[in-house]
């Protein structure tokens, strides 16, 4: 096998791959701080679009913005991207338009 193949990935049972929205990076406050990646204010939650889902899944869809938790996550480097690997029942909130048919809340 060449460094060049691309093995097709199937997430198993309840697992989500996710990656993380370009803006979880560094933010600024309303007075203009910069405020690093790294610091820590408390638990903060941050928003990721979900790239592949399991068989089990039932809630989550590829392409979903998801909201979780960054302590309940593992990296993974696929295809030279850095993703993460977390649970269905590790997810807080998804943001779809196919939610907005069921009555879901605007954020």
């Known amino acids: 096998m060449t460094d060049d193949a691309r093995l097709p ?30 610091a820590q204010i408390a638990k903060r ?29 593992h990296e993974v480097e696929v295809h030279g991207e850095d993703l993460l690997i977390l649970r269905e029942r590790d997810v807080h909130a998804v943001a779809a338009e196919r939610i907005e048919e069921a009555g879901g809340l605007y954020l």
């Open 9 to 38: 990935i199937k997430m198993l049972h309840d697992r989500l791959l996710v990656s993380l929205r370009a803006d979880e990076g560094d933010r600024r406050s309303s007075g203009g701080i910069l405020i690093p990646a790294t």
């Open 45 to 73: 939650l941050v928003w990721g679009e979900a790239r592949a889902v399991g068989g089990n899944v039932r809630q989550v869809k590829v392409g979903d913005q998801v909201l979780f938790s960054p302590d309940d996550q």
